[in-house]
């Protein structure tokens, strides 16, 4: 195996993070309480919009650990 292929397989490992937000948000079920409240907003709707943040915040942390030298 050369360098650049063992450089590509360790790299893919990182876009396993991307499934976070898929499992995260999968099972309504786990989120859907009015309860904790955050500012007035019921937990289902800050939770999901948590959800955006944290995918934005791994999609990059993605694209910088895999972009290409």
């Known amino acids: 195996m050369t360098g650049e292929q063992k450089s590509k397989k360790a790299s893919s490992w990182w ?3 991307l499934l976070a937000p ?3 948000t999968l099972w309504p079920a786990f989120y859907s309480y009015d309860e904790p409240r955050l500012a007035g ?4 709707y800050w939770y999901q919009f ?3 943040i944290i995918s934005a915040v791994l ?3 993605v694209y910088v650990a895999t972009k290409r030298k």
């Open 22 to 24: 898929f499992v995260g």
């Open 59 to 61: 999609t990059a942390v």
């Open 15 to 17: 876009y396993i993070l």
């Open 50 to 52: 948590l959800w955006v």
């Open 41 to 44: 907003i019921p937990f289902f």
